[in-house]
């Protein structure tokens, strides 16, 4: 074959192949055309009618809380989201632990309070320090409590109590009455005995046997109430129920958490959102192009076959699957990722607003949290007084459910409440109606008043306890009568415990300085020292007032006996304050043995007008005795246990002036031992 005729025929295939390609462009965009006029279609879009919650609705959310069966649930999803989430515990703990912080018992009888005290809060016992956790908890997440107890009726206080599953209970009222009956079901308890799974081990099968066996014999009760269905009705006395209603009349209580379904709904949308995202940045989509739009400029395309469509996705899935990845093809290949890391969205003002509105349901804001202060100081001031009221309601269902108790236990032990009358205890009656069981008449009869401790919790207000203790102190400095009991209120402090160890070091104290003084003073005077000025001054001040209060002891005493014998007290009053002396009243005449000034003489020395000074006239307007004589007199009144006589203040004056050295009263002290006495005060 000729040149001229090959050059000829590859013209010609070129041709051929062009027109190929031409026809393949047209028929695929002939086909999209009437794929496209094909797809087109005209439909009319009614809009959706709207309706309360349908939203919950949509995403099968529940929330009709007054079907049982569905608060069932609404318990499920709250309880699941009290275990897995990240922010809603710690919104429950915050109510549950903080209202029930510091319990306090307080009671006019210390006894009485300590025996409450031993009972709630014993870790033997109720162990209230970590069960009111529970119970707040329970109430925070399921909306409602109820508690049943075990009462001992032996010893007349509370055993143990329980908190009962709220699926479990079943809660009735009457139309003619506001009191609850509350039953619990207890088939599920006798199904889970019968049953006899292989999944449990021998030991778990023998027990469940034994226990069935008791139920049957001891409260066969239980075993009629599971076999119909009604469940077993419960003591009102041994039932305490706190529940949060919607409304008055409801009769179950409905989760707190039940307001934020719908924001944590939208946040598992989100975290789901972001899943996604990490999951195809982890394995990403690629999009391979194969094929060319102009092969040599003239328009004309290159379209792969399938089969090299094929070939090419094959290898790069080889590739990617490979550690050491390398893909080596010819022209008209092109790759790229639909979605980049450029394309990821922000989720983080989205997941900031899902916290806020999580934080608003529960009333706590932002910085109660995190502790940041960026927001003004009176919407925090009342956010935190909005928080305290919510919490204050919690501690006033603690204290009515502690209260129901202690009435059953202080009317079993007969703690009445009383008063003080001239040290006495009258115990205070109170008038109530009650029926007559054999009359049926309402009769009005009297009861003794119960006497309970007051429950008291630690200051809740979010703040600082010691600015509250610091203006109770500012308060009782001005006069406002507070104890130093209400001061120690939730403080780890026995007031009673206090004082006696006050008492006992002060006691120790004394008796430590007062000996190592005297140790000292008999060391220096077994040395023959001078006795330091300081310490004989305060020997000299010991025995003087040691001297005082004999005095007012035996002043005591001779007025209780006076008393007695029908004495009027306040003329030996009178007598005492003068420190001794008789009636300074001015007799007619010259007194015995004491010079007579009467006359206003001035033939006298020093002397004369020393005694002059203490005549019945001068004494008269003078209200004392001088301090000697009052020293010396209040000496002799401590030796003989009894005061002077009037007699005897004279015979006293008349051997000091006159110099009577034989006198002698019925002290037994001569005047020269009064003498020694004096110079020794002197």
């Not at 304050?577 to 300074?584: A, K, L």
């Amino acid at each position: 074959m000729s040149k001229r005729s090959t050059s000829k025929r590859r013209r010609y295939n070129r041709v051929k192949n062009t027109v190929n390609n031409k026809q393949k462009v047209a028929n695929t965009q002939n086909n999209s055309t009437v794929t496209k006029l094909s797809s087109t279609n005209m439909q009319i879009a009614l809009p959706k009618v709207r309706e309360p919650l349908s939203s919950l609705k949509d995403k099968n959310i529940p929330f009709n809380f007054e079907d049982p069966e569905e608060l069932k649930k609404i318990r499920y999803w709250a309880r699941m989201f009290y275990a897995t989430h990240d922010l809603v515990p710690l919104l429950v703990d915050i109510y549950s632990t903080f209202p029930t912080a510091g319990l306090e018992f307080v009671c006019k009888d210390d006894d009485i309070a300590e025996f409450y005290r031993d009972m709630f809060m014993g870790p033997e016992k109720l162990n209230y320090e970590n069960f009111l956790k529970e119970i707040g908890k329970e109430f925070f997440i399921s909306g409602e409590c109820t508690i049943l107890g075990h009462f001992d009726e032996v010893n007349g206080v509370w055993e143990s109590e329980e908190i009962l599953n709220p699926d479990n209970v079943i809660v009735s009222r009457s139309h003619f009455s506001s009191d609850e009956q509350v039953l619990l079901d207890v088939s599920p308890i006798v199904e889970d005995l019968k049953s006899n799974s292989l999944e449990t081990s021998t030991k778990v099968r023998k027990d469940k046997q034994e226990q069935m066996k008791m139920l049957e014999h001891f409260y066969p009760e239980i075993i009629d109430a599971a076999t119909s269905g009604d469940g077993l009705e419960l003591s009102p006395d041994l039932v305490s129920r706190m529940a949060n209603k919607i409304s008055p009349w409801d009769l179950r209580g409905t989760p707190h958490m039940l307001r934020s379904f719908q924001t944590l709904m939208l946040e598992e949308s989100l975290n789901a959102a972001q899943d996604a995202v990490a999951d195809r940045l982890y394995s990403p989509f690629i999009l391979g192009n194969l094929g060319i739009k102009d092969i040599d400029g003239t328009g004309v395309p290159w379209v792969p076959t399938q089969e090299e469509l094929n070939n090419v996705r094959d290898l790069m899935q080889q590739a990617l699957a490979a550690d050491f990845r390398m893909l080596i093809h010819h022209f008209g290949f092109d790759i790229k990722s639909v979605f980049g890391r450029e394309s990821v969205p922000r989720f983080d003002q989205d997941f900031e607003r899902i916290t806020k509105k999580l934080l608003q349901a529960w009333g706590i804001g932002e910085s109660l949290i995190s502790g940041s202060s960026g927001g003004p100081y009176a919407s925090s001031a009342l956010n935190r007084e909005f928080v305290t009221q919510m919490m204050t309601n919690f501690q006033q269902h603690i204290k009515t459910h502690m209260k129901k108790r202690m009435k059953i236990v202080a009317e079993v032990q007969g703690h009445y409440d009383y008063e003080e009358v001239d040290g006495q205890k009258q115990y205070i009656t109170e008038s109530v109606l009650r029926k007559n069981p054999e009359t049926g008449e309402i009769e009005e009869v009297q009861e003794y008043v119960l006497l309970i401790p007051e429950v008291r919790f630690a200051t809740l207000n979010l703040r600082d306890e010691a600015q509250e203790r610091q203006f109770l102190l500012q308060l009782k400095a001005a006069g406002v009568p507070i104890s130093d009991k209400a001061l120690a209120v939730n403080l780890p402090v026995d007031m009673d415990e206090e004082q006696d160890s006050i008492f006992e070091e002060t006691v120790k104290k004394y008796l430590s300085e007062a000996t190592a003084k005297k140790r000292a003073l008999e060391a220096i005077k077994e040395k023959g020292l001078p006795v330091p000025p300081e310490l004989a001054a305060y020997f000299m001040q010991s025995e003087q007032s040691m001297m005082q209060i004999k005095q007012m002891e035996y002043q005591r005493e001779m007025m209780n006996s006076q008393e007695a014998q029908g004495i009027n007290p306040a003329e030996t009053m009178d007598f005492v304050n003068r420190g001794g002396r008789p009636s300074t009243t001015p007799q007619d005449g010259p007194q015995k043995g004491r010079p007579d000034i009467s006359n206003g003489g001035s033939d006298y020395g020093p002397g004369d007008a020393m005694r002059a000074m203490e005549s019945d006239e001068m004494r008269f307007e003078m209200p004392k005795t001088s301090s000697i004589d009052q020293s010396l007199i209040n000496f002799i009144m401590m030796k003989a246990n009894r005061p002077f006589s009037d007699i005897e203040y004279d015979e006293y004056l008349d051997a000091k002036y006159d110099g009577n050295e034989n006198w002698k009263s019925d002290y037994g002290i001569t005047f020269e031992e009064l003498e020694e006495i004096l110079s020794e005060i002197q």
